[in-house]
């Protein structure tokens, strides 16, 4: 049974502008002292996540909706252990895929296949599981021969195809899937969304970022509205679209 | 059902203590992700020299010419016969390119692999390890111009290969909290790149590399503090067929101990940090 706990989680963003970021700036304002260093020493900081606290168990699917900024891509990527919080814990029982950017670690100079290899490693697959999967990611890519190309020389849609069949290789107990993705041409479409909904079945939990809120619908049994890093809690569908028509009325 | 083990924990922070435990397993869980490191390092490698026909084998060519210019020109300079002049200079630029790149790329590796950062939970050390595998390669591929060298002038069996192994392996120790100490101040501050690249210009010139320590008289004194003297000291020795000096061994394994204690101190107070730098 796959668990994922996230209990009054707050996470803090410093903002390095470039007027932060250079040494000589800052050793300037050390040497200087006094007022300039006092100045100096404050970094910005935006709040990105705001006690944050919930628990999904096997068979939850979260759908997080929020306008841009408002923290769900933030989230996602503490639960994929990217950010680690200034406050609280997460705790995460189960094997995690995280979804949120195909073009991850791609090299457009390695070919197909190296760009398979390097992919699987970074989402977790050790170096046998990937030998072992490889034919049927290429299968599923539909690239056949182009595979020992180098990257640079597919186009726009290839490239997403491959993208595609190595993100969704991996099986996850957790899935965290920021936007849907939907690529190629519409032969491709049909065959990336069934093989993502097929994914998201063999996931115990599923937590999905998006702005399409009939696609939420469809795929999530929770949902959690997102707001300046501050959030509504676990709703279920009947107590979204309370609060999404109190929202429409205030 | 019985409940799945912790795979992914993280929490707030707790004090001094629990940052210490979370860094030293950042650097547990980097050598168990060394098929990554590993696959990245190679493909850095391939990727530079995709293309061309030689490959990383450039490396080798440019050392080799380097050696044979610098060795026409300096040996008749500093009037010292070639015999002895060559192969010191010559040790001394392959071990120098080594840590020179260690030094250099390590300030880019956390830069480098913004993206990976951003989106995994990669335990960091890892961004380390891969510059100086890349680093050790590149190193491989220029050894060849060392015994060539050694052959040429005739001394080839006075090689000392287990102690300059030793050496070589107090040197990549050394440089690497080193790397990890720039890769961290570099995400942070966006010059430190610039300014590590000119104060490694400096001490290549104040560094026995080009020139023989016994050829310094009044400022002989330079030498016993600079870190990379005793890197070139180690390596080098057993390399020419000389003794080891066991001053300069001492004071590695010294400096390895506090270097890594302050770039494990150093990451245990910003990793958490590390990837709003980027």
Known sequence: ?250 | MATAPIVYKASGRRGFAQEMAGAANDFVESFKSHQLWVALAMNDIVARYRGSMLGPFWITITTAVFVAGIGLVYSELMNVDPALYVPWMATGIVLWNLILGMVLEGADAMISAAGIIRQTATPLPMFIWRVVLRGIINFLHQVVVIFVVAAVFGYLFKINLPMAAFGLVLTVINVAWMAMIASIVSARFRDTQQVIGSVMQLIFFMSPVLWRPQDLTKAKAILAPNPFFHMLEVVRGPLLGLPVPMTSVFVLLGLAVLGWTAAFLLFALVRRRIVHYL
């Open chain 1, 1 to 250: 049974m796959s668990q994922v706990d996230v209990r009054g989680v707050s996470l803090r963003f410093p903002v390095y502008g470039t007027d932060h970021r250079s040494l000589k700036r800052h050793l300037k304002h050390w040497v200087v002292g006094g007022a300039l260093r006092e100045r100096s020493g404050h970094v910005p900081v935006v709040t990105a996540l705001d006690n944050v606290s919930f628990t999904l168990k096997s068979g939850d699917r979260l759908g997080l909706i929020g306008h841009n900024g408002a923290g769900k891509t933030t989230l996602l990527r503490v639960l994929a252990g990217a950010y680690a919080p200034d406050e609280g814990e997460v705790e995460v029982r189960g094997r995690v895929a995280a979804v949120l950017d195909m073009m991850l670690g791609m090299d457009p100079f390695a070919t197909g296949y190296e760009n398979i290899r390097l992919r699987g490693l970074m989402s977790g697959l050790t170096a046998s599981q990937i030998k072992a999967r490889t034919d049927e990611i290429a299968d599923f890519t539909g690239l056949g021969p182009y595979l020992s190309m180098p990257l640079k020389t597919y186009s726009a849609g290839m490239v997403a195809r491959l993208a595609f069949a190595v993100t969704t290789a991996s099986e996850a107990d957790v899935l965290l899937l920021d936007e849907w993705i939907g690529v190629g041409d519409a032969d491709f479409i049909e065959h990336a969304r069934i093989r993502l909904l097929e994914m998201i079945q063999k996931s115990a939990i599923f937590v999905f970022a998006s702005h399409d809120l009939n696609l939420l619908k469809d795929l999530c049994n929770r949902f959690m509205i997102l707001k300046g890093g501050q959030t509504s809690g676990l709703l279920t569908a009947e107590e979204l679209d309370i609060v999404m028509a109190q929202d429409q009325v205030g």
